[in-house]
């Protein structure tokens, strides 16, 4: 079913409840690994796609379609993975300019959830997600925006509110700086 579908069928109030469960089967996986390479921890990557699925629902009655449906939840979901990692940072009393030891707090469950086989990984496959805890959570965001999900400039800036030309820099600074690190380690 189109989006175009699901949003026709989430306006008519007797078909909102089907049409939510439609939204969801299409949406959640895809969300999931969305949330996950952001927050790294399979539960909290749960709560998060839980939480960005309350926000969802809560404003579906309200989408006036004047973006596109995926990019709109998508953009639910980055923020509420941005703010779920800002919360866990004061939590833990990190401050927001110095992300070393959330990122060691992140890479050590990394390696956990490897272990667990929920991420399937060799060593380069390691490497890789090492480096990216390395990045500013925008960068890394951005780079798994276009990395890993393909998605092009213009639907991540209208996910993120940031210019094309922002968020190309943003990439190429990304991709640098994975570079530096794959190199340095080898």
């Known amino acids: 079913m189109s989006d175009q579908e699901l949003v026709s069928l989430i306006i008519e109030p007797d078909k909102r409840q089907n049409a939510f469960e439609l939204?969801?089967?299409?949406?959640?996986?895809?969300?999931?690994?969305?949330?996950?390479?952001?927050?790294?921890?399979?539960d909290?990557?749960?709560?998060?796609?839980q939480e960005t699925f309350i926000k969802v629902w809560q404003g579906l009655q309200n989408f006036r379609g004047d973006a596109q449906l995926y990019t709109w939840i998508y953009r639910i979901a980055t923020n509420e993975s941005l703010n779920f990692?800002?919360?866990?940072?004061?939590?833990?009393?990190?401050?927001?300019?110095?992300?070393?030891?959330?990122?060691?707090?992140?890479?050590?469950?990394?390696?956990?959830?490897?272990?667990?086989?929920y991420i399937s990984g060799d060593e380069i496959q390691l490497k890789l997600?090492?480096?990216?805890?390395?990045?500013?959570?925008?960068?890394?965001?951005?780079?798994?925006?276009?990395?890993?999900?393909?998605?092009?400039?213009?639907?991540?800036?209208?996910?993120?509110?940031?210019?094309?030309?922002?968020?190309?820099?943003?990439y190429h600074l990304a991709v640098k700086k994975i570079e530096d690190f794959l190199n340095k380690d080898s």
């Open 85 to 117: 990692l800002q919360k866990k940072r004061r939590r833990n009393h990190i401050p927001l300019e110095t992300e070393s030891e959330d990122s060691m707090d992140l890479l050590n469950t990394l390696e956990s959830s490897i272990s667990q086989d």
């Open 129 to 170: 997600q090492k480096a990216l805890l390395q990045l500013p959570d925008k960068q890394r965001l951005v780079f798994n925006m276009k990395y890993y999900d393909d998605m092009k400039y213009e639907d991540i800036a209208e996910i993120t509110g940031t210019s094309v030309g922002a968020l190309k820099a943003s």
């Open 23 to 42: 939204l969801l089967k299409k949406y959640q996986q895809k969300i999931y690994w969305h949330i996950r390479k952001m927050v790294i921890a399979h």
């Open 44 to 49: 909290d990557a749960d709560d998060v796609v």
